[in-house]
């Protein structure tokens, strides 16, 4: 099955995680709410991550990331982040 990375940005209480998301390249679970949503998924594994926490901003990267479902509080594919579209 071919594969395809997605840069994701997500939050929790205390950290924002930004990282890539790999995701089948076509058909069922393809798109990013198909993955989260579904049954069997505890966990999403982020590659190239990088974790900011909220309190102080201060950032660490890693290669790669855990991140329990039930701690994600807002998750947005990272070209739909308001941060990065200018008004240009």
């Known amino acids: ?6 840069r994701v940005n997500l939050e929790t209480d205390r950290t ?5 998301l790999t995701l089948p390249a076509e058909g069922y679970g393809s798109r990013l709410s198909d993955h989260v ?3 069997d998924v505890d ?4 590659r190239d991550a990088t974790v900011t926490a909220l309190a102080d901003g201060s ?3 890693y290669p790669v ?4 479902l039930r701690h994600v509080r807002l ?6 982040d ?6 240009g």
């Open 1 to 6: 099955m071919e594969r395809r990375t997605e």
């Open 16 to 20: 924002l995680v930004s990282g890539e």
């Open 37 to 39: 949503n579904r049954r």
């Open 43 to 46: 966990f999403l594994v982020l």
């Open 59 to 61: 950032a660490r990267s």
């Open 65 to 68: 990331v855990l991140v329990n």
């Open 75 to 80: 998750i947005v594919p990272a070209g739909d």
């Open 82 to 87: 308001p941060a990065s579209v200018s008004d």
